[in-house]
């Protein structure tokens, strides 16, 4: 005997998500999905934007293993907890669920989710964020957004880190911006370097608008 | 590697679907974009659905290719190889219109 069900596969994850979103909007606090590959700079960008931000800021942070990210997080005097998925490619809602319960989001106004380091599973998987940025950065290569359409196209902003880096790397930034576009047309693209400082700001401008 | 996650969804949905019945298949709708491998699923399957009542389902995959609209001159087109850019106009920047589905069409369960 057939039976319709016509159920979408996430459907588990979807729903925790929405209950996430209604935590943090009834706790006044936006957050902020943080995906990349390994090494492009998630981290480097969450810590010079707490510096920059001038909001109270928390964050989750999500590794496989070890808490080398949340103790770096953490010296900045900043509430953070750290997840082990323990092999897991990636973050999912109830994950996040558990992990806020640990942290305190009184007064905090934007929450950082460091995704697991990879640009294939995290696109899948929404948290209850109000926003997904994605981090690219130079020595990865210009490629990027054509090999990873799924991760590009769910991005609500881009961040290209690593920009000091441009004379030494051939890297067209024309050819990634339009990988990106050719997927997102709406997406902004923010050019910076975690390491200078450059390009910074405009990043910053963008997060202030979405927490305000 | 998110397959087993995507495949324990699967099995919940299908075992909550029809409570104490065998389930003997289950029809997945797949779009092109959905990031989904087939074969990872199959692989999957086997082993969260063991010491279940959906051990040994049969599984059919559907799949729907990706269709995108020229945000420009409104064109729609398949896409072919990865290739966003529209053949009608060149424009680069299209809107999904379908490929992304994932879920669960049906169930096939003993009578």
Redesign the interface.
């Given at each position: 005997m057939k039976i319709k069900i016509v159920k979408n596969i996430l459907d588990a994850n979807d729903q925790m998500a929405l209950e996430n979103k209604k935590l943090f909007d009834g706790a006044g606090v936006v957050a902020i999905n943080i995906m990349a590959s390994p090494g492009a700079g998630k981290t480097s960008l969450i810590l010079k934007t707490i510096d920059l931000l001038g909001l109270p800021v928390a964050v989750v942070e999500g590794d496989i293993a070890s808490t080398f990210d949340a103790e770096k997080v953490g010296a900045k005097k900043v509430p953070v907890v750290q997840i082990n998925t323990g092999g897991a490619c990636h973050l999912d809602a109830a994950m996040i669920r558990k992990a806020v319960k640990r942290l305190s989001l009184k007064g905090a106004r934007v929450l950082f989710v460091e995704n697991v380091g990879n640009l294939v599973c995290p696109a899948e998987f929404k948290l209850g964020e109000s926003a997904r940025v994605v981090v690219a950065s130079v020595p990865e290569g210009d490629d990027k957004p054509y090999k990873y359409p799924g991760m590009f196209s769910a991005a609500t902003a881009v961040v290209l880190n690593k920009m000091d880096t441009l004379p030494v790397i051939d890297f067209d930034v024309r050819r990634f911006k339009k990988g990106v576009h050719a997927v997102n047309a709406g997406a902004p693209i923010f050019e910076v370097s975690c390491k200078t400082g450059q390009g910074l700001d405009s990043w910053i401008e963008w997060l202030r608008k979405l927490a305000s | 590697?998110?397959e087993l996650?995507?495949t324990q969804?699967?099995v919940?949905?299908a075992l909550r679907?029809?409570p104490e019945r065998q389930v003997k298949g289950i029809t997945?709708v797949l779009g092109e974009?959905?990031?989904?491998v087939e074969d990872s699923v199959r692989f999957c399957f086997d082993v969260v659905a063991a010491d279940t009542a959906a051990k040994g389902a049969a599984l059919t995959f559907r799949r729907v290719p990706a269709h995108v609209r020229c945000?420009k001159c409104a064109f729609e087109f398949k896409l072919d190889n990865?290739d966003?850019?529209c053949p009608q106009c060149g424009h680069?920047?299209?809107?999904?219109m379908q490929g992304r589905e994932?879920?669960?069409?049906?169930?096939?369960?003993?009578?």
């Amino acid at each position: 005997m057939k039976i319709k069900i016509v159920k979408n596969i996430l459907d588990a994850n979807d729903q925790m998500a929405l209950e996430n979103k209604k935590l943090f909007d009834g706790a006044g606090v936006v957050a902020i999905n943080i995906m990349a590959s390994p090494g492009a700079g998630k981290t480097s960008l969450i810590l010079k934007t707490i510096d920059l931000l001038g909001l109270p800021v928390a964050v989750v942070e999500g590794d496989i293993a070890s808490t080398f990210d949340a103790e770096k997080v953490g010296a900045k005097k900043v509430p953070v907890v750290q997840i082990n998925t323990g092999g897991a490619c990636h973050l999912d809602a109830a994950m996040i669920r558990k992990a806020v319960k640990r942290l305190s989001l009184k007064g905090a106004r934007v929450l950082f989710v460091e995704n697991v380091g990879n640009l294939v599973c995290p696109a899948e998987f929404k948290l209850g964020e109000s926003a997904r940025v994605v981090v690219a950065s130079v020595p990865e290569g210009d490629d990027k957004p054509y090999k990873y359409p799924g991760m590009f196209s769910a991005a609500t902003a881009v961040v290209l880190n690593k920009m000091d880096t441009l004379p030494v790397i051939d890297f067209d930034v024309r050819r990634f911006k339009k990988g990106v576009h050719a997927v997102n047309a709406g997406a902004p693209i923010f050019e910076v370097s975690c390491k200078t400082g450059q390009g910074l700001d405009s990043w910053i401008e963008w997060l202030r608008k979405l927490a305000s | 590697m998110h397959e087993l996650a995507i495949t324990q969804n699967i099995v919940d949905i299908a075992l909550r679907s029809a409570p104490e019945r065998q389930v003997k298949g289950i029809t997945i709708v797949l779009g092109e974009l959905s990031g989904i491998v087939e074969d990872s699923v199959r692989f999957c399957f086997d082993v969260v659905a063991a010491d279940t009542a959906a051990k040994g389902a049969a599984l059919t995959f559907r799949r729907v290719p990706a269709h995108v609209r020229c945000t420009k001159c409104a064109f729609e087109f398949k896409l072919d190889n990865g290739d966003w850019a529209c053949p009608q106009c060149g424009h680069l920047g299209g809107q999904v219109m379908q490929g992304r589905e994932c879920y669960i069409e049906s169930i096939d369960v003993e009578d």
